[in-house]
């Protein structure tokens, strides 16, 4: 393995290079449609608009957590749902916008000179992405984190394959443990599991009408600490020391060149609309 990281230092589907500081702050935020509707979810849309951000504050700057308006109150639930609500949740960020550290720059250089290793998977990854309804280069990151883009990487606990499964949550999303370290297999492993975050994520923060592709950065990051430590912790506000580091690795690689998607070959990455995501009975697909 390349990365050897202190415990304190920790995918836009398109192929070409947006290395803007505009661009990648659009990216950390993951900016909402401008049409959304003016319902719970339109309020949730204004409230985490990526144009609020100061693009020239990252990615270096440590920016706070984007707080609920007295303008623009969380709805109301009624009393019988006992769901956590993302204004008792105070959308707090997991970890601050991280800082690219040298030890980064340095592994980030390095595997930018092996683009067949980082490289590879770009047509799988961007299948199961547009297949899952997610951010590629999202995808990509978590990749990078969890496997370095190796095939074989099993971890001490038993995880497995480029996405860093373990076999009874591959079983759970169809995919037999045995196929783990096929690469196209893992990577479905993988991206139907992280879907099935999004999934309970948008559930317990009522984020009906938005899509995956738009999540605000305070869901991505509990997102990315679940499928790091399971799904409990999409509604903590205390996380494992470990847990922060592998948020911070993941956000470093969303913002770096290595998770550039830049070996697709013949697939067009499609972001879903919102009747693909919801179904006419309002529940998501």
Not at 71 to 86: E, H, I, N, V
Not at 125 to 142: C, G, M, N, T, V
Not at 163 to 175: C, E, F, H, I, R
Request: charge should be positive; include cysteine; aromatic fraction near 8%.
């Amino acid at each position: 393995m390349i990365l050897a990281l202190a415990a304190s230092c920790v995918q836009p589907a398109k192929a070409q290079d947006p290395r803007s500081a505009a661009s990648r702050g659009a990216r950390l935020a993951f900016s909402f449609p401008a049409k959304a509707p003016m319902g719970a979810a339109g309020r949730l849309n204004q409230m985490f608009d990526s144009s609020r951000m100061r693009a020239d504050s990252l990615p270096g700057a440590v920016v706070a957590a984007p707080r609920l308006s007295e303008k623009a109150p969380a709805p109301d639930l009624g009393p019988t749902d006992k769901r956590p609500s993302a204004a008792r949740l105070h959308q707090e960020l997991v970890v601050p916008v991280p800082k690219e550290t040298p030890v980064y720059r340095r592994t980030f250089k390095i595997l930018l000179t092996q683009p067949e290793k980082t490289d590879r998977w770009d047509d799988l990854i961007l299948k199961y992405a547009r297949k899952y309804r997610l951010d590629a280069r999202f995808l990509k990151s978590i990749m990078a984190a969890e496997s370095e883009f190796d095939p074989k990487a099993v971890s001490p606990a038993g995880a497995r394959g480029l996405m860093q499964v373990m076999p009874a949550t591959a079983a759970s999303m169809g995919v037999p443990a045995r196929k783990l370290n096929d690469p196209e297999h893992g990577i479905k492993a993988g991206a139907a599991y992280i879907q099935l975050l999004f999934k309970t994520a948008w559930r317990l923060f009522h984020l009906k009408g938005v899509r995956y592709t738009d999540v605000p950065h305070w869901v991505m990051q509990r997102v990315v600490a679940a499928y790091h430590a399971g799904p409990k912790f999409l509604t903590r506000n205390r996380w494992y020391g470990s847990t922060r580091a592998y948020v911070r690795k993941v956000v470093l690689f969303y913002h770096s060149k290595v998770t550039d998607l830049r070996r697709p070959t013949g697939i067009t990455l499609e972001l879903p609309s919102y009747s693909e995501t919801i179904s006419p009975a309002g529940t998501l697909n």
